[in-house]
């Protein structure tokens, strides 16, 4: 019953920026990290950057001084800052949350279902 929703994808000019935002919904015991990923085509899915739960933060270091992940662990959301966007940047970016659905359950990751980005004239 846990669902993740993204939002934010569309194209956008090189050296612009955009936002995308992660929603988890249902019920479960605790988010322990979301992370984002992308794909271009004919490419395998890459980790982009995850935050935890208490703010930890880790970035591929294609991205670094440039993307920027936070959260709101009240409104359980990520968001992904994107600045001074590449067009090696353009893909399919993916959410995946790191969830524990009880106090001693296992985790599980769940995937939202992806949002295009395209940086081009």
């Known amino acids: 019953q846990v669902q993740l929703v993204e939002s ?3 194209l956008v000019q090189p050296g612009g920026s955009l936002r995308l935002s992660c929603v988890v919904s249902g019920r479960f015991f ?3 990290a979301m992370k984002w990923y992308r794909q271009a085509p004919g490419k395998q899915r890459e980790w982009v950057l995850g935050i935890t739960s208490d703010g930890s933060t880790a970035y591929a270091d294609s991205v670094k001084g440039r993307f920027t992940i936070s959260r709101d662990n009240a409104k359980n959301t990520a968001f992904l800052q994107m600045n001074s966007l590449k067009p090696e940047d353009s893909a ?3 959410c995946n949350a790191e969830v524990r ?3 001693s359950s ?3 990751n769940y995937w939202g279902q992806g ?3 395209t940086v081009s004239f």
């Open 30 to 32: 605790s988010i322990v």
């Open 92 to 94: 399919v970016y993916y």
């Open 8 to 10: 934010g994808g569309g």
């Open 106 to 108: 296992a985790i599980t």
């Open 101 to 103: 659905p009880g106090a």
């Open 115 to 117: 949002t295009q980005v």
